[in-house]
């Protein structure tokens, strides 16, 4: 019997590469699924239906959350963006993990309606590098750089809430470890309800 | 730097398999190293000081016991039983983890002294193939086999108080969790609060 999967949500600050780390476990190992976004923004130039996101006009969008059709949502300059509900059960109830970008107030949502999900958050070694790499991108102002490192301060206060760390220096080592960590959660004893029943009631019996 | 240990703590139903467990995690991975525990029993033919146990008189055991240098200790048919601080401390300095196989009482105890110790509980796939170990050794009576089981309830009762559950199924592939679950464990936010200060304050002082 393959077990239903777990729900995993990945936070972190920006520039400690979680983009790479989620395209690289879900490139190396079965077994996972990215969770795709609705939004009612237009789509880009490149952007497809069900694989960037899942396009929704306005009118779409507000039916979806009345019908109370996902997970989260939030609306950002004008648009929605949400995940929905149908695509996550889907690939849970495959045995996939589904894996689940979003930043500390959406995660600490999800957590709330649940209580079983993964959260991991994404450090960079250290606040240096994490300035590095958000400087050696070359795109950002240094004014947007320093907004940028400003905000992660406050999402530090946050990484208590958070099941795991993932210290993101080397990119295979990390992936590994970060695999290892999902896996390894499945065996904790909240989400192995029915196993221990099973055998508590078995005992019991013999 | 290399990082502190962690103390884990192995328990389980007679016939989970424990022994064959921790001694293949052992063999199959470096960094680890298995608590000796001291005992006022006598040595046993073949038993070796420090490798067995490390063997003290009465006198000597109630003289660690007074200078708080047990982690635990109990009295089972007259003879004391515990856990020499001092070795497990040099372990966890060396940056070994140290793995103490105890019953949940003793689990328990540590966790209140320890609170950063992590507890696993080895169970096997069903109560039948618990069972059927126990008749399968050949060793015991039937009558000691219903203890075992009755015990066996008794003690599956507090399998929630423990971080992981380890099903010992296949050996290799459960010492390879086993492995993955100790190792990720290390990266909750409570055993890396060194680290997460770190970052902190480097984003504030950047």
Sequence with gaps: MKQRGILVVVSGFAGAGKGTLMKNLVGKYDGYALSVSATSRKPRPGEENGVSYFFKTREEFEAMISADELVEHAEYVGNYYGTPKKFVDEQLDKGNDVILEIEIQGAMQIKKKFPEALLMFVMPPSA???????????????????K???????????????????????????????HNMIQSSKYTPDRQKAFITMVREGLKNL
Tied chains: 1, 2.
């Excluded at 240096?128 to 070359?138: C, H, P, Q, S, T």
């Excluded at 490192?149 to 993932?166: C, H, L, P, T, W």
């Design 128 to 146: 240096e590098i994490l300035k590095a790499r958000l400087v050696g991108r070359g795109t950002e102002t240094a004014e947007v750089i320093d």
């Design 148 to 178: 940028r490192m400003k905000r992660a301060v406050e999402e530090s206060e946050g990484i208590e809430n958070y099941d795991f760390i993932v210290i993101n220096d080397d990119i295979d080592e990390c992936t590994e470890k970060m």
